[in-house]
């Protein structure tokens, strides 16, 4: 099996470094994006398996990010995984439905909760590409 990619969008470097060495630990391949602006462009050029992306960041919010990801032919089947930690459970739900997003993690998260639900939505994706395969 390949190595699975994986995007990380982050405005807090620190943050993204860490997150970064922990998934190439962890067996993934990594790109980390510190800026919202950029996660767009280069997730239509690299393609990768999954992305996690931050909901507050400067400029452009994860959500916009989201929004235009899930509106793009090249990128809308891309599962994401958001990360914050100011919404409230409620606000959670409904955002994530709208925005289409897979999962999400509620800031400061272990690094094994990371890993856990980049399996179970790697995992999902697939389960379900394999059936509109079948299909």
Do not use: C, W
């Amino acid at each position: 099996m390949s190595q699975k990619k994986i995007m990380v969008v982050d405005d807090d470097k620190e943050f993204l470094d860490e997150l970064q060495e922990t998934l190439v630990l962890s067996g993934y391949e990594v790109k980390a994006v510190n800026e919202a602006a950029e996660a767009f462009p280069i997730a239509t050029k690299i393609k990768p398996d999954l992305i996690l992306l931050d909901l507050k960041m400067k400029g452009m919010t994860g959500f916009e990010v989201a929004n235009k990801l899930k509106n793009f032919d090249n990128t809308m089947e891309i599962p994401i995984i958001a990360m914050s930690g100011f919404f409230t459970a409620e606000e959670d739900d409904t955002l994530l439905s709208f925005f289409e997003i897979h999962d999400y993690l509620r800031k400061p998260f272990n690094p094994l909760d990371i890993i856990t639900k980049i399996e179970a939505v790697l995992k999902e994706n697939r389960r379900i590409n394999n059936h509109r395969l079948q299909g």
